[in-house]
């Protein structure tokens, strides 16, 4: 059965702290993603992986990093969080690159930054 | 760039009411086409996709076309339940192209 785990389904935090987001699946995919879903938005692409330590920005990286130091593992990481990064954010894992390819979600980790 | 555009909702049914949401994409060449689906507290899993064109996705008692004429591919349901309560996502696909998501639908079925 395949498996994206998220660390942590809720997290609050503080303006200026640093935040990291942690995300690991199982099914040995090539590729990596990184969302954020906001009321009347949909999900939004931070960024995505597809090979260890390779990333590419999504439509939206500012305020954010990510590293893939494991195939595994793809870290998201708010250097200084701010109120508006508080949302729902959702990590993905697909197989190498293809249109058939569909994507696999974790259940999410809902941030809050006061 | 790739786009899909999605009925907005809230969509509220009665139980066994027939459900369509509507869904258009514009993309180049002819992407892969997917409905994911959200339940309260989870994320994103897959409904149904079809990849080329006249391909019918179906899972679950859901289907959808994909109609390249009309770029179009609703989702549509014969009888729904409380149990579809969810928020539904259509997404495109395109080679080596990232995912797009539309907005989402939130659907209520009501007993």
């Known amino acids: 059965d395949v498996k994206v785990t998220q660390s942590s389904r809720y997290l609050v935090k503080r303006t200026g702290e640093k935040v990291f987001l942690e995300c690991v699946q199982d099914?040995?995919?090539?590729?990596m993603f990184w969302y954020r879903q906001d009321p009347g938005l949909g999900l939004r692409l931070i960024y995505f992986?597809?090979?260890?330590?390779?990333?590419e920005k999504g439509d939206i990286p500012e305020g954010y990093s990510v590293s893939r130091e494991k195939k595994e593992r793809f870290s998201l990481i708010l250097e200084s969080a701010s109120t508006n990064q508080t949302s729902m954010y959702l990590c993905?894992?697909?197989?190498?690159?293809?249109?058939?390819?569909?994507?696999?979600f974790g259940a999410g980790t809902r941030l809050s930054v006061l | 760039g790739n786009s899909v555009t999605q009925m907005e909702g809230p969509v509220t049914l009665s139980e066994e009411a027939f459900l369509t949401i509507n869904c258009t994409y514009t993309?180049?060449?002819?992407?892969?086409l997917f409905w994911y689906v959200q339940y309260p507290g989870e994320g994103l899993q897959l409904l149904l996709k079809?990849?080329?064109?006249?391909d019918k996705g179906s899972n679950k008692g859901f289907e959808a076309t994909y109609r390249k004429e009309t770029t179009s591919f609703h989702l549509e349901k014969g009888s729904v339940q409380v149990s579809d309560s969810a928020v539904y996502f259509c997404?495109?696909?395109?080679?080596?192209?990232?995912?797009?998501f539309g907005t989402g639908t939130k659907l209520q079925v009501i007993p």
């Open positions: 993905a894992s697909s197989p190498a690159l293809g249109a058939k390819n569909i994507q696999y």
């Open positions: 099914m040995d995919h090539e590729n």
């Open positions: 992986s597809y090979d260890v330590k390779m990333k």
């Open positions: 993309a180049t060449g002819y992407p892969s």
């Open positions: 079809a990849t080329k064109a006249d």
């Open positions: 997404a495109s696909r395109g080679g080596y192209q990232k995912v797009t």
